[in-house]
């Protein structure tokens, strides 16, 4: 069984920082990729960042660009998503998500369940 834990939530002030973790797990499992997705409340959820396992590549949505980072440790089986000079339109659960490396379409089959950001004005 594949699973996949976020951490590191919180209630921040605009303008401060919060780094989020995503522990994957699974005895066979192989990720692919790992990508960070959000969703505010009413909103649709989108595209965050997302992170290769193997090869060195990210891709950041334009929103978070000059923000926010995401790296991994392979070793920890985690990925992090950095976030800088947050705003209050950041607000939102923030959940991880990874596609498999046996399943040639790399859809994002896992997800987990999300941790809450607020961010106040």
């Known amino acids: 069984q594949v699973k996949l834990v976020e951490s590191g939530g919180g209630l921040v002030q605009a303008g401060n920082s919060l780094t989020l973790s995503c522990v994957v797990s699974?005895?066979?499992?192989?990720?692919?990729?790992v990508g960070w997705f959000r969703q505010g409340s009413g909103k649709e959820r989108e595209f965050v960042a997302d992170i290769g396992w193997s090869g060195p590549y990210t891709d950041l949505a334009g929103f978070a660009k000059g923000r926010f980072t995401i790296s991994r440790d392979n070793a920890k089986n985690t990925v992090y998503l950095q976030m800088n000079g947050l705003k209050s339109e950041d607000t939102a659960v923030y959940l991880c998500?990874?596609?498999?490396?046996?399943?040639?379409?790399?859809?994002?089959?896992?997800w987990g369940q999300g941790t809450q950001v607020t961010v106040s004005s």
């Open positions: 998500a990874a596609a498999s490396a046996e399943i040639a379409d790399g859809r994002y089959r896992y």
């Open positions: 699974g005895r066979t499992f192989r990720p692919s990729r």
